[in-house]
C-alpha cells in the first residue's frame, strides 16, 4: 500500500461549485505532474445547484493506483488530511441538501490535519464556530471574503490559486510549489495566478486547535428507522398545528407558535439571519405572512419572533418591514446559539436594545454574494491586492 | 341485467349473461361498486370502458366516471383517487400502457391498490392490435401484482379476487388482470354472474387507514427521499409482495365458500398432469388450442398434460418447482419475447428455469417456444409440433433451447 492524500472543499451552491470544483481538479492536476494518480468529485448527494446549500467536493490522490483504487472504495472519504471551507459561515457546519443532521465542519479531518479556512476573521471567532474536536487539528486563516472565483460573470480574485499554493505548504508530500505552479499555467496560462500562489505559499501559517477550544454542543443528529419501523406507502404523518406561546416574565400564554419537524431542522444553510428590534416593531403581520418557511412564532402581544431552527436566511422579512432597522439581516458568524430574540427582549430590553445595535453595526454582511449595489466593485479589488502582494 | 342477454335464471338470484372477457370485469366493477374510474380509448381495452360507460349511462352503476387525455393522466387520476380513499378501477393496452409507465412505477411505490385491465396487445411498431404479453409484463418487476385469465368467467371472478387481495391492509399492491386481446376481450361467453349480496359479503369497503389522504388525517405522500430511505421503501414493499401469496390463498378459499366456485390451486390451474410424462405451460388464452391438441394427442397415447399459469406476480416459484419435478420435460409456450435474455428465450420460460433451478427436487430439461406473437393463431398442429419436441427433450435428446414456432420459415 502505497499512500493516500484525501482533501475536501466545503462550499455553498450554486455561485461558489465552480471555485470548488477548480480547486479539487487543480490538486489533481499538480498532483499528475508528479506522477501520482488521482480523482475529483462532487458528492452526489449534495444538490449543489441550489443558491446557499452547503456541498462537499473532493480530492482523492495516491502514489500508485491500486492505494487510490482503495480510496475511492467508498461513497465519501471517511476521513481527510486537509478541510477546505471556502465561506466562513460554514464553521458553523455543514448542513447537506442531502439531510443527514449537521455536520462539523471538521469532522472528517485526521488528527493533526488542516482546515483552511477563507475568511476576514481571525482565527478565534472561527475556532468559537466549530464544533469541539476529540483530536487536536491546525487552522489557517486565508484572508478572503467567500469568493465567487470561477463564475464567468465573477471578476477572477485568485481564490484559488491561493489555496492551492497553501496546499503545497501544508502537505508537501502531496505536490511541490513548482508543480502547482506548473498545473496553474496549464489551467490557467495566467502568471499573475502563479505569482498568488506563491505568495500564500510564502504566508501562510497555521494554530493549532486543542480539544478543549470550540463549540461544546453536541451536533445534531438523528437515527434512521429500520425498514419495518417506517410508516408504509412513503407516507408521513403532518406536524400537529401548535400551541401557544408563553410570557417567560408573565407566564401568560396567548400567540401561537407552529410545530416544527424535530428532525428536519434549519442550520448553516443560512449566511444570516433577522435581528428584530422589538420596541420599534408595528405588528403589520408582514413579516409573518411573507416568510417562506413560517418562521415566524406569534407571540402573546403580537410580536413576532424568528425561530432560528426553521429560517433560511433568505431576507424576506427585512425585505418587507415597513419599519427601518426594524429588521436587519445580520451575518451568521454574529451568533453562537439559535436562541430566541423576543424571550431576551422580554428578560430585560434596555440590555437587548445594546444588544440589537452592536449585532447590526457593521454586521449586515452577507457570507453568499453581496449586500449592496457596489460592494462587489469595492471588495474585489481589495481580494486581489491581497492575493498578489500577501 | 339490462344489456346483457341474460339467458337463464339460477337458483335464487345468480343470473348468467352472453357476455366477453372485458365485460365480464365492466360487471365486475360494477358489483364491487368502484367509485372512480379512469378511460382513454385504446383497443382492445377499450372494450371494457364502453360497457363501463353504458352500465353509468343506463343507470345501473354509480361511479366518477372520467375520460383522461391520456393514458398517463388516467392512471395518476385513479392514483389519487385511491390515496383518498376510492375503490378504483383503470386499464390500457400495450403502448397507452406504456405510455402510462411513470405513473404505473409510482403506483405501487405508493402502496396504491388499483385493480387495472390489460387487454394484451402486441407494443408497436408495427401497430398489430393482436395479442401479446410484453405490455404487462412491462411492470413484473415493480411491485404489481400480474394475473392472466383464460375465460369470461375467470375474468370476473378475478377481478372480484383481485379487489379483496389489492385492498387487504397488508398488501396495499396493484394488481393488473391480463385478458388476451380478441381471444377474450372481443367473444362473448355464458358467465354466471354472482348476486350483490354474495359480492358484499366476500369484498369488504376499502379501508385505507392510516394511509389516507383527507383533511381529518393530514399526512405527507411522497416527499423526495435520498439513498438513506430508498432501500427501506423497496424492502417494506418485498414484504408487501411476498405476503400476497398467502392473502391470495386466503381469497381464493374464501371465494370458493361464499360462490361455490372452486378455482383449486390459485397460482396455475393444471389440465390432464396427474399420468403425464411432459408438461407444456403457457398463460391466457393459448389454454385452449393446447388443451384441444393434448386430447388429440392423448387419444393416439401420448402423455401431455398442462400448466397454465395465473399468478404470475407473485410467482409460485416454490409450488411450481414441486408440480414441475414430477415430469420428464417441460415445454413453455411465451406469448411474448424477451430479446437477448438467457437462451433468447421468452420471459415465463426464463423464469420457469429459475424456479426449477432453485426448486429442491428432481430439475426436468425446460424447454422455450416463442408463438403467437402479435395474435397469430397458435395451432393444434403448432402444439403438436412443441409436444414432439418435448417428447425428444424427455428422452434425454438434446433440443433447441428456444424455438420459434409458426413463424414463416
Ligand atoms: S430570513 Fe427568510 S426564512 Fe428567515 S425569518 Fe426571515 S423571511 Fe423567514
Ligand atoms: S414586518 Fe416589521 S413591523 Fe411588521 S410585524 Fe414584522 S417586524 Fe413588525
Known sequence: MGRLFAIEIIYRGIFQKTLARNISRAIVLAAHKEGKPGISFGRYGDSPERNGIPAKSFAIVATDDVTLEEGMAKYEPKDVDITICVDDTLAKGVESWAWYGLQPVNKLLKPGGTLIVTSRLEADPIIAMCHRKETPYEMAILKAIPSFSGLWVYKDDHTDVRILGAIAKILPDLFSLKSVQAAITDEWHDAVKVTSAARAYEKLTTVTVKPTQGNPEVPFKFDLPKWHEMGEGIVIPSIPAGHKMEDPGTHATGGYKPDRNPTFKKFSTRTMRPVVDFDTCIKCTLCWLQCPDSCFDVTPEGLYDANMEACCGCGVCEAVCPVPNCVTMVNESSFHDNASQWVAWRKDKTNYKGWVQEKIKGHGERSHGFRYLGQYEEQVPEMLDIATKG | MAIATVVEQQKGTEETALITGSEAIAVACKLADVDVITAYPIRPYDTVMQYICKLVANGEMDCEYIVAEGEHSQFEIVKHASAAGARVFCGSSGVGWMYAME???????????????????????????????????????????????????????????????????????????????????????????????????????????????????????????????????????????????????????????????????????????????????????????????????????????????????????????????????????????????????????????????????????????????????????????????????????????????????
Not at chain 2, 414430477?326 to 435474455?341: L, N, P, T, W
Not at chain 2, 432453485?358 to 397469430?376: D, E, Q
Request: charged fraction near 25%.
Open chain 2, 103 to 409: 405513473a404505473l412505477t409510482v403506483t405501487p411505490a405508493l402502496r396504491i391498490p388499483m385493480i387495472a385491465m390489460v387487454g394484451n396487445r402486441a407494443l408497436d411498431d408495427p401497430g398489430a392490435f393482436g395479442v401479446e404479453h410484453n405490455d404487462a409484463l412491462a411492470v413484473r418487476d415493480l411491485g404489481w401484482q400480474l394475473v392472466w385469465v383464460d375465460n369470461a368467467q375467470e375474468a370476473l371472478d378475478t377481478a372480484l379476487i383481485a379487489y379483496r387481495v389489492a385492498e387487504d391492509r397488508r398488501i396495499f399492491l396493484p394488481c393488473a388482470i391480463s385478458c388476451d386481446g380478441a381471444f377474450l376481450t372481443h367473444s362473448q361467453a355464458v358467465v354466471k354472474i354472482p348476486s350483490q349480496e354474495q359480492v358484499n359479503k366476500f369484498l369488504p369497503r376499502y379501508n385505507r387507514g392510516d394511509l389516507l389522504l383527507h383533511p381529518d388525517n393530514p399526512i405527507t405522500v411522497a416527499p423526495q427521499g435520498n439513498e438513506d430511505w430508498v432501500m427501506e421503501i423497496r424492502r417494506q414493499n418485498y414484504a408487501a409482495i411476498e405476503r400476497s401469496y398467502g392473502v391470495i390463498k386466503e381469497a381464493y378459499a374464501e371465494f370458493e365458500k361464499i360462490f361455490g366456485r372452486s378455482y383449486g390451486n390459485p397460482f396455475f390451474e393444471e389440465y390432464m398432469t396427474s399420468d403425464a410424462d411432459i408438461v407444456l405451460m403457457g398463460m391466457g388464452t393459448l389454454s385452449t388450442p393446447v388443451k384441444v391438441a393434448i386430447r388429440k394427442m392423448r387419444d393416439e397415447g401420448k402423455k401431455v398434460g398442462f400448466v397454465r399459469m395465473r399468478w404470475f406476480r407473485p410467482f409460485a416459484a416454490e409450488d411450481l418447482a414441486k408440480c414441475l419435478s414430477r415430469f420428464k420435460a417441460v415445454g413453455v409456450i411465451d406469448r411474448d419475447y424477451s430479446m437477448g435474455s438467457p437462451y433468447n428465450s421468452g420471459v415465463l420460460a426464463t423464469e420457469v428455469r429459475t424456479a426449477l433451478y432453485c426448486g429442491s427436487g428432481a430439475k426436468p430439461p425446460v424447454l422455450g417456444f416463442i408463438a403467437g406473437l402479435g395474435g397469430r393463431e397458435v395451432t393444434v398442429p403448432d402444439v403438436e409440433k412443441i409436444t414432439a419436441s418435448v417428447q425428444q427433450a424427455a428422452q434425454g435428446k438434446t433440443q433447441p433451447l428456444t424455438q420459434w414456432i409458426g413463424l414463416r420459415e
